[in-house]
Every structure is written in C-alpha cells, then in structure tokens.
C-alpha cells in the first residue's frame, strides 16, 4: 500500500504545487531558524493557502515555546504540529489542549535504545517521525540529509503509527519501504539541488521511485 507521504522545509509555490500534484499527503514548514529551510509564519501561511485541503500542512517545531506557537498557529493554520526537540510527554500534551491540533513527535535514532523512550508518548502523540540521530558537529535536528539502520524499527509494536525519515531519496526508498513497510515516509534534502532549495524535478523523482515500489508487479512488466 502506498505510504503517505510528507515533503518537508518547502518554501517555493512551484515545490509546494508540484509536491501536492504529485500526491504529497502532508507538507512541512520548518520553524527553526538555524535552518536553511526557515520559513517566516506568515510567509508559510501564504504559501499554504492555496493547497489547504488538499494536504496537510504540518507546522515543524523545536522545542516551542507558547509564544511561538501562538504565532505560528495564527499565521499558518496548520493541520499538524511536528514537534523535533526534546519535548515531554507532559508538554505534547500541553501544547495538544492549547493548541486542539494533532501531534507528530520526533525522535532521533542511531540505536535500539533510541526507541525505548518512544513508549512514553503512545496515546500522547498522534504520529511519530523516526529520523537519523544528527552527525556530530551538526546545528540541525533534522533535515541532516542522513539515514539511520531501518531495520531497528522491527522492534516497535504494531501498530505504533509513524513516518520514515532521514536521508530518504530516489535511490534508497524502495529499499526503505521493502524493510519497514512504513505507513509514512518523509523527504526533505533528498529533493533538493542544494540546501534548502527543493527541486521539482527531484520531487517528481523521489515520486516516481515511490510508485515503482509500491506497485513493483505492474513496473516490472511494462
Ligand atoms: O529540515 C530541517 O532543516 C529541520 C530543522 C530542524 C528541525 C527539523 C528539521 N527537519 C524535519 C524533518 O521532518 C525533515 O524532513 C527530516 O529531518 C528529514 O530530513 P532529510 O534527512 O533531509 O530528508
């Protein structure tokens, strides 16, 4: 079955409407102002506009305060906060009664014991996004254009609903899908020409190589 699918640190019209034609489930607009995919809020919210409906728009955060929150929930409208830091279970759920908006939480994985944690926030977060522990000397929680051992996430319980990231490309997705089966996978480096410019042809690549994996009988007799 064919995943959804999350284009992540969009901040061209021409990205955001090639990724949504292409059948994005959900579009990310990064909050973190370190990263080359910064976007302003009201800038996103403009940008966002004109897909609302058609995907889900997925505010991404780190460690947010209230006051940031506030913003970028009035300018963006999003569907989803992604929250990418080292939030509690205590504070998901703060910010999902303030905010009555679902939460897709984060965590970083190198490990086994990287998903211990995980069990903590289920029932708490509505989603969670597996992404690759940062390379050292790294200022960015994601958006590190680096993969982790996709295998680990046999240890999760069924059931547990998430995304794929890290590093993810039209070379390594169907690898990717074969091993996890993932509900969810989430692209960001792997369709840009360089950081922070998303490519639309890379979109339509990383689109294509998603569909051949998901319908490998059909590909292989055409
Ligand atoms: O993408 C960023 O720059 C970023 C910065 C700070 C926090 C999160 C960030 N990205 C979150 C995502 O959901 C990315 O899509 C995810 O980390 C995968 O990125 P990539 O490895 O580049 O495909």
């Known amino acids: 079955m064919k995943p959804d699918i999350?284009?992540?640190g969009l901040k061209s019209a021409e990205a955001i409407d090639r990724a949504v034609n292409r059948?994005?489930?959900h579009i990310g607009f990064i909050f973190f102002e370190k990263s080359p995919r910064y976007i302003e809020p009201d800038l996103a919210g403009k940008?966002?506009?004109p897909v609302r409906g058609k995907a889900k728009i997925v505010?991404?955060?780190v460690d947010p305060t209230n006051d940031e929150l506030d913003e970028i929930v009035a300018l963006l409208k999003p569907d989803m906060i992604q929250l990418h830091g080292n939030e509690s279970p205590e504070r998901v759920l703060t910010i999902k009664a303030v905010y009555g908006l679902p939460i897709m939480k984060a965590f970083s994985i190198r490990s086994a014991d990287d998903l211990?944690?995980?069990e903590a926030y289920i029932g708490i977060a509505d989603r969670f996004l597996f992404d690759a522990k940062p390379p050292k000397?790294?200022?960015l929680p994601g958006g590190n254009g680096?993969?982790?051992d996709w295998s680990l996430l046999g240890w999760l319980d069924d059931g547990v609903d998430y995304m794929l990231s890290g590093g993810l490309n039209k070379d390594n997705i169907a690898e990717a899908l074969a091993i996890t089966k993932?509900?969810?996978i989430d692209g960001s480096s792997g369709v840009e020409s360089a950081p922070g410019v998303k490519s639309v042809a890379m979109i339509d690549d990383f689109f294509d190589a998603v569909e051949r994996a998901c319908e490998p009988e059909t590909a292989s007799r055409s």
């Open 47 to 49: 940008l966002a506009d």
């Open 116 to 118: 211990k944690p995980v």
């Open 6 to 8: 999350k284009i992540c």
């Open 137 to 139: 000397g790294s200022e």
């Open 23 to 25: 059948g994005a489930s």
């Open 182 to 184: 993932a509900p969810g």
């Open 146 to 148: 680096v993969s982790f």
């Open 59 to 61: 505010a991404v955060t």
